[in-house]
């Protein structure tokens, strides 16, 4: 499973944000300077998130973008799947019917299997738990 370059950037731009958080908005440019993406790519992710009501944007000399809710409130998975889509490993994890093996197959119980864990993953970390992991890391490198 490979993540999209969209959900890489837009975890980083949201945990940028959420590192911020009670320091008022953060402008574009300063987002993108700070995690290497291009202010145009990012104001489509910013456009995504905010209709997914993750982000609000505040308007002015002093705007910018910050978080709608709290870090805390904020599930990996609930921002994975806005970008994303729901975790998938093959098709037929989602539609028994996509192939006529599905009942007894061996390997589609184990990608079954491996996509329950990665969701599991997903939905156990908030924003909060990352800023909190970056907080505790001597260098802030969070590829993700």
């Given at each position: 499973?490979?993540?999209?370059?969209?959900?890489?950037?837009?975890?980083?731009?949201?945990?940028?944000?959420?590192?911020?958080?009670?320091?008022?908005?953060?402008?574009?440019?300063?987002?993108?300077?700070?995690?290497?993406?291009?202010?145009?790519?990012?104001?489509?992710?910013?456009?995504?998130?905010?209709?997914?009501?993750?982000?609000?944007?505040?308007?002015?000399?002093?705007?910018?973008?910050?978080?709608?809710?709290?870090?805390?409130?904020?599930?990996?998975?609930?921002?994975?799947?806005?970008?994303?889509?729901?975790?998938?490993?093959?098709?037929?994890?989602?539609?028994?019917?996509?192939?006529a093996r599905s009942?007894?197959?061996?390997?589609?119980?184990v990608w079954t299997?491996?996509?329950e864990a990665v969701?599991?993953?997903?939905?156990?970390?908030?924003?909060?738990?990352?800023?909190?992991?970056?907080?505790?890391?001597?260098?802030?490198?969070?590829?993700?």
């Amino acid at each position: 499973m490979r993540l999209s370059t969209r959900t890489r950037y837009g975890i980083r731009a949201m945990l940028e944000l959420a590192e911020n958080v009670g320091r008022g908005p953060l402008q574009l440019k300063i987002i993108a300077r700070r995690q290497d993406i291009s202010v145009k790519y990012l104001d489509q992710l910013m456009a995504i998130l905010k209709s997914a009501g993750f982000v609000r944007s505040v308007r002015g000399s002093k705007g910018g973008y910050m978080l709608a809710k709290a870090p805390e409130q904020i599930k990996l998975s609930d921002v994975f799947n806005c970008l994303e889509g729901p975790v998938v490993t093959v098709e037929c994890t989602e539609n028994e019917n996509y192939c006529a093996r599905s009942a007894d197959c061996v390997a589609r119980q184990v990608w079954t299997q491996l996509q329950e864990a990665v969701t599991a993953v997903l939905q156990s970390i908030t924003f909060k738990d990352l800023v909190d992991r970056t907080k505790n890391n001597k260098t802030v490198d969070y590829q993700i």
